[in-house]
């Protein structure tokens, strides 16, 4: 989408959990959708996504760092071509620290954010954002109702979106169904979540196709998800 009649404002969607438009500029959309591009190429590239239970993930997959498979991680690609995972960047690294700081900032229409229990202060070396998971949506994907649960960090997931608007689902810790609030997210558009609802259940139901910026050339969805993992 190219323009708002009004302007969209950083909102508290449930204690910890926050989301700002417009976060990413297009500058900076374009470079992280070229290195999107070259992470997505073989080897340890794009890689359908198959459950234990014989389920097919319709959004694609390339991992940074570790790479997640369900429901754990490893240092190689155990569940497609068997090669090491591509490193974690230091610029996406410190792009996670940004986005955390961003969110969690004193302002008075989000009160009392950085003390709340979980949410790590953003100039703690500890917080080191390690984990990279770069699901691409086409028109038909979908994500189901599930929780990040694999790391043993308390430090809140990062979401940055580009292309396509999506409906993103934020739930509740007791399971995957209501109460709920839908979000429109848009290219550019960062969601934190952390603290109380760090273990809250998410999914993405819808991929509104054709609503991208049409200068930023994806047709699709990106999300860029990271993640501490707290692993060792």
């Given at each position: 989408m190219?323009g708002?009649?009004?302007p969209r404002e950083?909102?508290?969607i449930?204690p910890?959990?926050?989301h700002?438009?417009?976060?990413l500029?297009a500058g900076?959309q374009?470079?992280?959708?070229?290195?999107?591009?070259?992470?997505?190429?073989p080897?340890?590239?794009l890689r359908?996504?198959r459950t234990?239970?014989?389920g097919v993930?319709t959004?694609?997959?390339v991992c940074l760092?570790l790479?997640?498979?369900?429901y754990?991680y490893a240092?190689?690609?155990?569940?497609?071509?068997g090669?090491?995972v591509k490193?974690?960047?230091g610029?996406?690294?410190?792009l996670?620290r940004?986005?955390?700081a961003?969110?969690?900032?004193d302002?008075?229409?989000l009160p009392?954010?950085p003390?709340?229990p979980?949410?790590?202060?953003?100039?703690d070396?500890?917080a080191?954002y390690?984990?990279?998971?770069?699901n691409?949506?086409?028109?038909d994907?979908?994500?189901?109702?599930?929780?990040?649960?694999?790391?043993?960090?308390?430090?809140?997931?990062?979401?940055?979106s580009?292309?396509?608007?999506?409906?993103?689902?934020f739930?509740?810790?007791?399971?995957r169904?209501?109460p709920?609030?839908?979000v429109?997210?848009?290219?550019?558009d960062?969601?934190?979540?952390g603290g109380?609802?760090?273990?809250?259940y998410?999914g993405v139901?819808?991929?509104?196709?054709?609503?991208?910026p049409?200068?930023?050339g994806l047709t699709?969805r990106l999300?860029i998800?990271?993640?501490?993992?707290?692993?060792g």
């Open positions: 190219d708002e009649l009004f950083r909102t508290l449930a910890g959990a926050v700002v438009p417009d976060w500029g900076r374009g470079e992280l959708l070229a290195a999107c591009r070259a992470w997505a190429r080897p340890a590239g359908t996504v234990p239970g014989g993930m959004a694609r997959q760092g790479h997640w498979y369900p754990g240092r190689t690609v155990v569940d497609g071509d090669a090491p490193p974690m960047p610029w996406l690294a410190e996670g940004e986005a955390v961003a969110a969690y900032a302002v008075p229409e009392g954010l003390d709340q979980g949410l790590p202060d953003p100039a070396p500890a080191v390690d984990i990279a998971l770069i691409f949506y086409d028109g994907s979908r994500m189901g109702m599930h929780r990040d649960a694999e790391e043993k960090s308390a430090a809140p997931v990062v979401s940055l580009l292309g396509d608007t999506c409906v993103f689902r739930g509740n810790t007791a399971s169904g209501r709920y609030r839908d429109e997210l848009h290219s550019g960062l969601f934190v979540f109380e609802s760090r273990m809250a998410h139901p819808k991929v509104l196709p054709g609503t991208g049409r200068d930023l699709g999300n998800t990271l993640r501490v993992g707290g692993l």
